[in-house]
């Protein structure tokens, strides 16, 4: 059986596993302050365009978004996020058990519209009993988003416009974001989105690494005791060159984007084998992840021979199917996937 399922049932990329073998017995420094995790920083500041950038390495995404959010935020203090948004469905309620509240805004195609952003915040302030309430202390957005589709370069720029007139940071979850700046028609860069927010994170673990997320605060703004709200939140790896060496490799010889590239590629090929075979998608993604409308007794069919996600019902008769590449896609895997429509 070959698996759609998701981007992250795979190991590591053979380069990433060469530089952790070649190293095992290195014996670096704990605690992510070893030579490794430097030079995979300093890649990843001149990647990003950043000379002045904090970077921190984690081991997965949730981790990364539970401890970040909550470094920046009050105790009376929420982070903004869109309806679809991944740490409001997905995360099992990991930013409400830091004990901050996730405030939800309609979405356009998984997308936050700055206009909808901006007349939140001006009804907000305009609440004469807003002290009585959650008060909004950050905005989060997904590239990709939860549904496959990104940001252009100026709805990016809108939106962070938005937060810095009134004084909110934007922090970017890029689980996948080597996926979305490579997708076709993208005119986002990684140092523009890096421009345009207060912190982001680079997603290793959906692409190319066995585990680890590169937390990048991009003015030199984390909070002054970062790596002890790490500690709290169980989010310091004492090996962690373990991270930093796969960081090291996946920002050599541009690795990563050659990686994120392929999955594009492969998914622009199965969304012209569905297309072929008369299927109707859920929603235009450009990226890795495609949203299939399917049959449901086509489902039961398909499911025998591929492993994909039930994303939700269409309508009583149909399903829409979650199809994903990866850096590791087979051609043979697509074939086979033909073979089974």
Not at 308 to 314: A, D, E, L
Request: with cysteine; hydrophobic share 40%; aromatic share 12%.
């Amino acid at each position: 059986m070959i698996s759609f399922e998701c981007d992250y049932d795979n190991g590591a990329h053979p380069l990433v596993l060469e530089a952790l073998v070649k190293h095992n017995d290195a014996r670096p420094t704990p605690y992510g302050f070893d030579d490794f995790s430097e030079h995979a920083k300093r890649r990843i500041r001149q990647a990003c365009g950043l000379p002045d950038a904090q970077i921190f390495f984690l081991t997965g995404g949730t981790q990364a978004n539970a401890t970040t959010i909550d470094s920046m935020l009050y105790q009376y203090e929420g982070v903004i996020c869109v309806g679809t948004g991944h740490i409001n469905v997905h995360e099992a309620g990991a930013v409400e058990f830091t004990e901050h509240k996730i405030i939800t805004l309609p979405d356009n195609q998984g997308k936050m519209e700055a206009r909808v952003l901006k007349k939140y915040l001006d009804d907000f302030m305009a609440d004469g009993n807003r002290n009585h309430a959650v008060h909004p202390g950050l905005v989060y957005i997904t590239f990709p988003t939860e549904l496959g589709t990104l940001y252009t370069a100026n709805e990016l720029d809108a939106i962070y416009q938005v937060c810095r007139n009134f004084d909110i940071p934007l922090y970017i979850d890029g689980a996948r974001l080597g996926y979305g700046l490579m997708a076709e028609g993208c005119d986002v860069t990684l140092p523009y989105l890096a421009r345009h927010c207060d912190v982001f994170y680079i997603g290793g673990t959906k692409i190319g690494a066995l585990c680890g997320e590169a937390v990048v605060f991009t003015h030199g703004n984390a909070h002054k005791h970062f790596f002890s709200i790490q500690k709290q939140h169980g989010a310091v790896i004492a090996k962690g060159a373990l991270i930093g060496l796969q960081f090291e490799a996946l920002f050599t010889d541009n690795l990563y984007f050659q990686l994120a590239r392929h999955a594009i590629e492969k998914a622009m090929q199965m969304k012209q084998i569905f297309q072929e075979h008369g299927y109707q998608f859920y929603i235009d993604s450009p990226t890795n992840q495609q949203f299939v409308i399917i049959p449901n007794e086509k489902v039961v069919h398909l499911e025998k021979h591929v492993q994909f996600t039930h994303w939700g019902p269409y309508d009583n008769h149909h399903t829409i199917c979650r199809f994903v590449t990866s850096w590791a896609t087979t051609d043979e895997e697509m074939n086979t996937l033909r073979n089974c429509l």
